[in-house]
């Protein structure tokens, strides 16, 4: 069965760290370029990082500075790496994947993504 599966979220106290992983099975992610999206209540889904197929990344100026993206091709998964969270942050994050060519460029849109993680909540505590 084809999919990607996140994990790591859950409920988090401002400043702290979190690393959400997005598993792929059913499918190699060697070929593919992975984006991590967010998605707060009633705001629309906003894409906040992205890494290649060579491991180039995009980080988006919302979260710059606080989350970094990795890949682990032999473990079949894709890293966010959250730190000092903020309230600014509480979401459904989203892994998707894109069947991309060598060297392509960061890109967002909804429509070039394969598949999808059916997402993770991230809480951050007042």
């Known amino acids: 069965q084809v999919q990607l599966v996140e994990s790591g979220g859950g409920l988090v106290q401002p400043g702290d760290s979190l690393r959400l992983s997005c598993a792929a099975s059913?499918?190699?992610?060697?070929?593919?370029?992975i984006a991590w999206f967010r998605q707060a209540p009633g705001k629309e889904r906003e894409g906040v990082s992205w890494i290649g197929r060579e491991g180039t990344t995009y980080i988006a100026d919302s979260v710059k500075g606080r989350f970094t993206i990795s890949r682990h091709n032999a473990k079949n998964t894709v890293f966010l790496q959250m730190n000092d969270v903020k309230h600014a942050y509480p979401a459904v994050y989203y892994c998707?994947?894109?069947?991309?060519?060598?060297?392509?460029?960061?890109?967002?849109?909804?429509?070039?993504?394969?598949?999808w993680g059916q997402g993770i909540q991230v809480t951050v505590s007042s």
């Open positions: 998707a994947a894109d069947r991309a060519e060598s060297g392509s460029t960061p890109c967002f849109y909804y429509r070039h993504f394969s598949y």
């Open positions: 059913g499918f190699s992610l060697d070929y593919y370029a």
